[in-house]
């Protein structure tokens, strides 16, 4: 059964329904969970797709987001009052489901991770009741909330948002026989960035299928002559295929993501978190590179550093704030490919093959429905109180 609801009481309804009858129960917001975990087989789906509405304050930079937000929504209501929102990196993603999870992005150098700018929620529990958790009301309920995971169903968020006069942004492509090279410049170049420059790099087929290696670095200081010349030295790591650098919005950005991961597809995604851009860590990329089974396939290095990495650790759920790359491994085909056993195979290759330079656990938003040994480390010095918090509150039916 799914629910479709257009209020929060729709959705207190649903989970007393589920809790009467004793059925599983799953929460679907932007849907984006690769293992399409929103979906609950001979369960109730509580849908809140059509609740995507998003109001901007503009003298607080504050914004109310309802639970079925997405990033593109958020980041589109924010523009014209020249604000910009700390998202992922995908506009499709649901803000609600990627602050509970974490929320790595463009801007999480200069502002954090999405869930540090959760300023409060409106949360229902498991035994029905409404509540609204921030600083004063439910203060442990918010702690637990910002990259804890599931602890009730959020109906919507207070995030704050942020001026950003200069936003720079684009794609670099660099060709596979400079691969080695390039990825051990940026291995220097990166770990030396200010906290305006977040930088995600990766391997991906380029325009002619074969290996490349992408850099897609993002500026949000205010100094844009800075900010130029920061992105020039990264296209000169190399000799490009492709340097399509400017200004941009938060908007654009999500948008030009999106249009290189449409919808459709199937997928086989995999995570680990690595310290930095290690000299074996770089071996494996180029060794995914030169496996890949697929054109539309991927590893993508998303970057803690910066304010991210400055938040004490025991401030939100959310376990590792020691600077990190977490490796996303994106195994994508057609449907019906006959070789989608060899891409789903590549994706576990590589994660095993960098598994010797990982940090404990992973990030919990990417973990796959087999992996849940690693949830005991996924939330590090967290984990006891996060424990706790879950047994004061009622979770699920």
């Known amino acids: 059964m799914v629910v479709r609801c257009d209020t929060p009481a729709d959705a207190r309804a649903a989970v007393l329904a589920a809790r009467e009858h004793g059925v599983p129960l799953s929460v679907r917001g932007g849907g984006h969970d690769w293992a399409g975990r929103a979906l609950t087989d001979g ?27 997405t990033g593109a929504d958020l980041a589109r209501a924010a523009r014209p009052f020249g ?16 602050s509970l999870g974490g929320g790595y992005g463009p801007l999480s150098g200069r502002f954090g991770l999405a869930l540090d700018n959760v300023l409060s929620a409106d949360v229902v529990l498991a035994d029905g009741s409404l509540v609204t958790a921030d600083a004063e009301r439910e203060p ?38 400079q691969a080695s090279a390039v990825l051990a410049r940026l291995a220097e170049f990166v770990p030396e960035g200010p906290d305006e420059l977040t930088v995600q790099c990766g391997v991906l087929a380029g325009p002619d299928g074969a290996p490349a290696v992408f850099v897609m670095p993002t ?33 654009d950005m999500l948008a030009s993501t999106d249009a290189m991961f449409p919808y459709g597809k199937h997928v086989e995604l995999r995570t680990r978190t690595v310290p930095a851009l290690t ?3 770089r071996a494996a990329l180029l060794d995914a590179g030169d496996t890949l089974t697929s054109p539309l396939s991927a590893v993508s290095l998303h970057s803690l550093h910066g304010i991210a990495s400055r938040i004490p650790a025991t401030d939100t759920a959310f376990g590792n704030r020691t600077p990190h790359l977490m490796v996303e491994t994106i195994a994508r085909w057609e449907p019906g490919d006959p070789r989608e056993p060899e891409h789903r195979a590549w994706a576990r290759d590589v994660s095993a ?8 656990g992973g990030y919990p938003n990417l973990l796959g429905p087999d992996e849940t040994q690693r949830i005991a480390h996924a939330y590090g010095p967290n984990t006891e109180r996060r424990t706790a918090a879950r047994g004061e509150t009622p979770i699920r039916p």
């Open 83 to 98: 604000l910009t929102a700390a998202t992922g990196t995908v506009g499709t993603v649901g803000m609600a489901g990627l």
């Open 353 to 360: 093959v960098l598994e010797s330079e990982a940090m404990p």
């Open 140 to 177: 442990e309920l918010l702690w637990a909330l910002r990259g804890g995971g599931n602890f009730g169903l959020v109906t919507a968020m207070r995030v704050q948002l942020h001026r950003t006069p200069t936003l720079l942004s684009g794609t670099i492509l660099f060709p596979w026989a």
């Open 279 to 281: 000299s074996a860590v």
């Open 43 to 69: 369960g109730l789906t509580i849908d809140l797709s059509g609740m995507r509405a998003v109001r901007v304050d503009p003298d607080t930079a504050v914004a109310e987001v309802a639970g079925g937000a």
């Open 219 to 251: 500026w949000s200081g205010d100094d844009a002559r800075a900010g130029e010349e920061t992105l020039a030295r990264l296209a000169a790591l190399g000799e490009p295929l492709v340097a399509q650098l400017g200004p941009t919005t938060g908007h």
